[in-house]
C-alpha cells in the first residue's frame, strides 16, 4: 500500500470511527402512510425482538409455528422481495445447519457436504457464486477459492436469523444476483434481562453406525437500568461422519461419429471396434464405452467451535453503540478408502465385447501383457481441513436531529485454511495375472470380477485378508495441499433523512469502502512431476519398503447398501505416515527403470503457477428514497460501484519434455517470473421498488434492478497448469483472467401477497433476469506456447455473452387453532444461455425445487415433517459431445422433529434427518448406466435435551 491510499484509508476509517455514536433505532413512520405498514426496518426490528412466544388471535405459539410467524411478518413489511428464517428460541435455529434451513425457503437450493451437511446455497435455481452472503451486514471472509459461502464452518447456534433477499435496494450491499443471503446475530435487548440456555445433543448415523455429540449455550443480560446488554454463545460439537460414494471421474469414453462433426473420440485407444473389421461401421458410430470409475467411502471427523458476543451500549435515547465478534474452527480431516479401476478400451485388451442401445454393457480383459489387462488400484486420500472464520465489528447510530439520524460500522473479516503439503493422495496397484469380466449395471457400481491366475479372487480375496504388501507395486502418490488467506475490512457510513413531503418520507444515503485480500499458495508434487514417480516401469514393490504398509483389512457396516452390483466390498488401509518413511529410507536404490532413487525428487514443494494474490477495493455510494402515498410505498435509488483489482501469479516455461512410457510425460520447468496484472470497473445499479396495498391483508409487490455479481476470485488471477502433460494431454489450463467482468444482471420482480389470516400467507411471485457476461471458457486448439516439437490446446475463463432466467414461485402458510400447521413453496425456473450465438441450456440451475412442512404443535408438544425436493438439472454440457449433458438426478431431503416441553425449565427434542436414506446422483442425460457420481449419507438421528433460565 503506497502513502496516498494508506492516508485515504487511515481518514476513511477516522471518520467512519468518528461517527460511531450510534443512534438509538429511531425509524419515523411518514406521514401520509396510511396503509398502515411501520417502517421496514421498525418492523423487523420488532418482530426480532421481544418474547419467543407469539399471539395468533387468542392462541398463542412458540418453537416452529412462532418462528414462521416472525419470518412472515419480515416478509409483508420488507422493502424488496425476501424471505425469512427465524430462531425458535434464543441460541436455537430450526436445523442444525443454516443452510438447512435456507433450503425451506421459496426458491432456495443447497448442496451438501460429506455426512449429508447442506454446504453452499443457491437461489431462484443460480448457483452459489451468483449469491453473497453477510453476517449482520457484513460481507464473510470465505475459505474456498471463491466467493460463495461455505456453511459448514459457522454452527447454526450463533444465528438468530436469515434474511434471504432476492430483489434489490440501492442501500443493500452489492454483489448477488440470485440472492443476498444476510445473517443475523441476536441482541441483548431482545428479551431484556438475564436469560439462559445450555443444550447437550447426542447424534447416531444409522448407515454408518458412527455417534456425535455436541454442546451449546447462550447467555444473555441487561443491567445499568437496561442501558446496557451483553450477550454470549460457545459451541462445542464432535461428529463422525461417512459418506459413501462412486463415480466415473469423467471417465466414459465416446466413439468417433462423423454425425457429430464437433466429437472426435477420446477413447485412450481408439474408437471400439465392437465386430473387429479394423473398420469403423455404422453401429460403432458414437459407442460409448466406460474408462475409468471407483467406489468408496469418505471418513470424515469433524470438530467445530464457535464463541460469539455481543456488547450493545445506549447511553441515552438517541445513541447506540454495539460491538460484537465471532470466532469459529472447524477441523473435519478426511480419509477416503477407495478401489479404482481403468479398463480403458485399447486394441487387443477387450474381447467378448457386447452393446445394447449404442453402450458398451460388458466386456472380458484376458490379455497376457501387464498393460493391457486390469490392474485394479486401492486408494487412500486424506484432506486436511482446518478453517478458522473470525468477524469482528463496531456500529453506532446517532440520532443527530428528529429528522436525521447517521450510522457508522466497521469490521474486519478473515478466514484462513492453511493445509499445504499435508493432503495426501496415495495409490497402489495390482500387479498380478488376471482375467476380468466388467458388466454395467442400473446400480451405480459395475459389477466387476477379476480372478486371478493364482486362484484368488478381487473382491473374496480382500474380504479374507488374502492380499498383501508383495501384490502391490507404488503407482501415484500426490502429496498436496493450499494455504488459504482471506481478509476482508469494510467501513460503512450512511444516514436518514426525514422529508416528509413531495410524496418522499425519508432519503437514505451513504458510502461504503470495502478492501479484500486473498492469497493461495498451492505446495505439491506434481509440478516436478512427484506424484508419477513412482509408477509405470519406476514402479517400486511395496514388498520391498520394509513393511508395515499395510496396516489393515476392513469392511464398513452396510456399505453400498441397496446398490446390488457384485464388486469388491472391502479395503486396504494404508499407514501413509510409515509409508512415506519407508520411501525415504529407499534412497540410494536402483530405480527398476533405471537411475538411482531419490525422494527427495517427488518430495512437495511450492507450485507457483497455481498461487495467486488477488486484492480488491471498491468505493460504494448509493442514494435512496423512501416513498409512500394512499395504499402504497416504495422506494427508488442508485449505487455507484467501482472496484479496483490488482492480480498477481507466477509462470514458467517448460524448457522440455520426457516420454517416459506410454502416457507418462515429465515437463521441466524453467525458474518462475511473477505477473502483475491490473483492471478495474465502475458500475451504476439503480434500482426501484414499489408496493400497492389493495387492503391491508392483500398487497402487489414490484421491483426493477440492475444487479452484479463479481467473478470468483481465483478466476481474477492468471494462474496456469500444463499437469495434463504428465499423462499425454497437452494443454495449457489458465485459472483466471484479471480482466474479466462482473457478471450483471437486469431483473425484475413481481410478487402477490395475501395474508389471509393472522401470520399466514399465500403467495404468488414471478421474476425475470437478463444476465451478461457469464463466465464461460474458451479453447484455443493448437498453439504454440514455445515448447519445442509440441503444439498445446489453450484452456482460459472469458465472459460469455448472455442468459436468461424466468421462474414462478408459489408459497403457502399457514396454522390453524387446534395447533396445526402447513408450509409449502414451489419454484420453477426457465434458463437457458448463448455463447458464440449458441443456445445451451444455463449450467447449475435446477428447474424445480419445491418443499412441504406439516407441523403440530400444542401445550408441551412439537412436531414437524419437512420435505425438500431439487429436481434434476444439468451441471455439464456437451461432455460426450452435442446433446450429451451431464446431469444432477432429483433428490429429496426429508426431515422430522418431535419436541417436549417437560416443564418451564428443560425440554427434550428428537430429529430426523434424510429419512428417506436416499442417495444423491448425476448421470449423462439420465441414464442410470451412465452413472457420474454417487453420494449416499444414510439417515441420522439426534437427541437432545435443554435447560433454560
Do not use: C
Request: charged share 20%; no cysteine.
Amino acid at each position: 500500500m503506497n502513502a496516498a491510499s494508506f492516508r485515504q484509508n487511515l481518514l476513511f476509517h477516522a471518520v467512519a470511527l468518528a461517527l460511531l455514536a450510534p443512534t438509538v433505532a429511531l425509524s419515523q413512520t411518514a406521514p401520509g402512510n396510511t396503509n398502515g405498514a411501520p417502517d421496514a426496518q421498525t418492523q423487523a426490528a420488532s418482530k426480532e425482538a421481544g418474547d419467543d412466544a407469539v399471539a395468533l388471535g387468542a392462541v398463542t405459539v412458540t418453537g416452529v409455528q412462532a418462528s414462521l410467524a416472525r419470518s412472515a411478518e419480515l416478509k409483508r413489511y420488507a422493502g424488496t422481495v425476501q424471505d425469512s428464517i427465524s430462531a425458535l428460541e434464543l441460541g436455537k435455529f430450526p436445523d442444525n445447519n443454516v443452510a438447512d434451513s435456507l433450503s425451506h425457503i421459496t426458491g432456495v437450493a443447497i448442496t451438501r457436504t460429506a455426512g449429508g451437511e447442506g454446504q453452499r446455497v443457491s437461489v431462484r435455481g443460480l448457483g452459489p457464486e451468483y449469491t453473497l452472503t453477510t453476517f449482520n451486514n457484513r460481507i464473510l471472509a470465505t475459505d474456498g477459492a471463491g466467493r460463495d459461502f461455505a456453511f459448514d464452518v459457522l454452527p447454526a447456534d450463533v444465528i438468530s436469523g436469515a434474511d434471504v433477499i432476492k430483489g434489490a435496494q440501492a442501500s443493500l450491499t452489492e454483489g448477488a444476483i440470485g440472492g443476498l443471503v444476510n445473517l443475523r446475530s441476536a441482541s441483548p435487548f431482545d428479551q431484556k434481562g438475564t436469560h439462559g440456555i445450555v443444550r447437550l445433543e447426542g447424534d447416531r448415523n444409522q448407515m454408518s453406525e458412527l455417534n456425535g455429540r455436541k454442546l451449546s449455550a447462550t447467555f444473555s443480560t441487561t443491567f445499568a437500568n437496561d442501558t446496557m446488554g451483553v450477550l454470549l454463545g460457545v459451541v462445542e460439537a464432535k461428529r463422525k461422519d461417512r459418506t459413501d460414494v462412486a463415480g466415473n471421474d469423467g471417465g466414459w469414453s465416446r466413439n468417433t461419429d462423423p454425425n457429430d462433426p464437433d466429437w472426435s473420440s477420446t477413447a485412450w485407444g481408439g474408437d471400439v471396434d465392437l465386430n473387429g473389421n479394423g473398420e469403423l461401421d455404422p453401429e460403432d458410430y458414437g459407442l460409448i464405452s466406460p474408462g475409468q470409475f471407483r467406489v468408496g467411502s469418505i471418513m470424515e471427523d469433524k470438530k467445530r467451535s464457535a464463541y460469539s458476543g455481543k456488547f450493545e451500549w445506549h447511553p441515552s435515547d438517541t445513541v447506540r453503540i454495539v460491538v460484537d465478534g465471532l470466532k469459529t474452527r472447524l477441523d473435519s480431516p478426511q480419509v477416503s478408502y477407495q478401489e479404482s479401476f481403468y479398463p480403458l478400451f485399447a486394441p487387443g485388451r477387450w474381447s467378448n465385447i457386447t452393446a445394447q442401445n449404442g453402450i458398451v454393457t460388458s466386456f472380458t480383459m484376458d490379455n497376457p501383457d501387464p498393460d493391457q489387462r486390469l490392474n485394479p488400484e486401492l486408494l487412500n486420500q486424506t484432506q486436511y481441513r482446518v478453517v478458522d472464520t473470525e468477524l469482528y465489528g463496531l456500529n453506532g447510530e446517532w440520532q443527530v436531529t428528529p429528522d436525521l439520524s447517521l450510522t457508522g460500522d466497521v469490521y474486519r473479516s478473515t478466514s484462513k485454511r492453511h493445509s499445504g503439503g499435508q493432503d495426501t493422495y496415495v495409490v497402489l496397484r495390482m500387479n498380478q495375472p488376471n482375467t476380468a469380466h466388467i458388466s454395467l449395471a442400473p446400480h451405480a457400481v459395475p459389477n466387476v470380477d477379476v480372478q486371478f491366475d493364482d486362484g484368488r479372487e478381487l473382491a473374496s480375496g480382500l474380504a479374507n485378508g488374502q492380499f498383501g504388501e508383495s501384490d502391490l507395486n507404488t503407482h501415484y502418490m500426490e502429496l498436496s495441499g493450499d494455504n488459504i488467506d482471506d481478509k476482508i475490512t469494510g467501513g460503512t457510513v450512511s444516514g436518514k433523512l426525514f422529508i416528509g413531503k413531495w410524496g418522499v418520507d425519508q432519503l437514505k444515503f451513504g458510502v461504503t469502502r470495502t478492501e479484500r485480500e486473498k492469497s493461495r499458495d498451492l505446495v505439491n508434487n506434481t509440478l516436478n512431476g512427484g506424484a508419477d514417480y513412482y509408477a509405470d516401469d519406476y514402479a517400486i514393490n511395496v514388498g520391498d519398503l520394509g513393511g508395515n504398509v499395510i496396516s489393515h483389512t476392513f469392511s464398513l457396516p452396510h456399505f453400498m447398501q441397496g446398490v446390488h452390483s457384485n464388486f469388491p466390498r472391502s479395503f486396504l488401509a494404508f499407514d501413509v505416515p510409515n509409508y512415506l518413511a519407508q520411501l525415504r529410507a529407499y534412497d540410494g536404490h536402483p530405480r527398476p527403470g533405471g537411475g538411482t532413487y531419490e525422494f527427495a525428487n517427488a518430495a512437495p514443494a511450492w507450485n507457483p503457477l497455481q498461487s495467486y494474490r488477488v486484492s480488491e477495493k471498491t468505493n460504494a455510494f448509493f442514494v435512496e428514497a423512501d416513498m409512500s402515498g394512499d395504499h402504497w410505498d416504495g422506494d427508488i435509488g442508485a449505487r455507484l460501484v467501482k472496484t479496483s483489482t490488482t492480480a498477481q501469479a507466477w509462470d514458467a516455461k517448460i524448457l522440455s519434455i520426457t516420454e517416459n512410457g506410454a502416457f507418462n510425460y515429465t515437463a521441466k520447468y524453467g525458474a518462475p517470473t511473477p505477473i502483475s496484472e491490473n483492471a478495474d470497473y465502475t458500475y451504476l445499479l439503480p434500482s426501484a421498488n414499489f408496493t400497492w396495498h389493495f387492503t391491508d391483508d392483500l398487497q402487489l409487490r414490484a421491483g426493477v434492478a440492475k444487479t452484479m455479481a463479481r467473478p470468483s476470485v481465483d478466476t481474477l488471477a492468471p494462474t496456469n497448469t500444463t499437469e495434463s502433460v504428465s499423462w499425454g494431454e497437452f494443454t495449457q489450463v489458465y485459472g483466471g483472467n484479471v480482466d474479466l467482468k462482473p457478471y450483471t444482471a437486469t431483473q425484475g420482480d413481481l410478487s402477490l401477497e395475501w395474508y389471509f389470516a393472522e401470520h399466514s400467507i399465500a403467495n404468488v411471485a414471478v421474476f425475470y433476469k437478463r444476465i451478461k457476461n457469464q463466465i464461460t471458457t474458451s479453447w484455443e486448439p493448437g498453439q504454440d506456447i514455445g515448447v519445442p516439437g509440441y503444439l498445446f490446446n489453450v484452456m482460459r475463463p472469458i465472459n460469455g455473452d448472455y442468459a436468461k432466467v424466468k421462474g414462478l414461485e408459489l408459497g403457502l402458510q399457514h396454522f390453524w387453532s387446534n395447533g396445526f400447521g402447513v408450509r409449502g413453496q414451489y419454484t420453477r425456473n426457465l434458463s437457458s444461455s448463448w455463447v458464440d450465438g449458441e443456445k445451451r441450456p444455463l449450467e447449475g440451475i435446477a428447474p424445480a425445487t419445491y418443499s412441504l412442512g406439516v407441523m403440530y404443535e400444542k401445550g408441551k408438544w412439537s412436531l414437524g415433517v419437512n420435505a425438500d425436493r431439487t429436481d434434476g438439472f444439468v451441471t455439464a454440457i456437451n461432455v460426450l459431445g452435442t446433446g450429451y449433458n451431464e446431469q444432477a438426478d432429483p433428490f429429496t431431503w426429508l426431515t422430522a422433529h418431535v419436541s417436549y416441553d417437560i416443564n418451564d425449565m428443560f425440554s427434550v427434542t428428537l430429529d430426523g434427518a434424510n429419512l428417506l436414506d436416499k442417495a444423491q446422483t448425476s448421470s449423462i442425460n439420465g441414464n442410470p448406466l451412465l452413472l457420474q457420481s454417487y453420494y449416499r449419507y444414510g439417515r441420522s438421528y439426534t437427541l437432545g435435551v435443554s435447560f433454560r433460565f
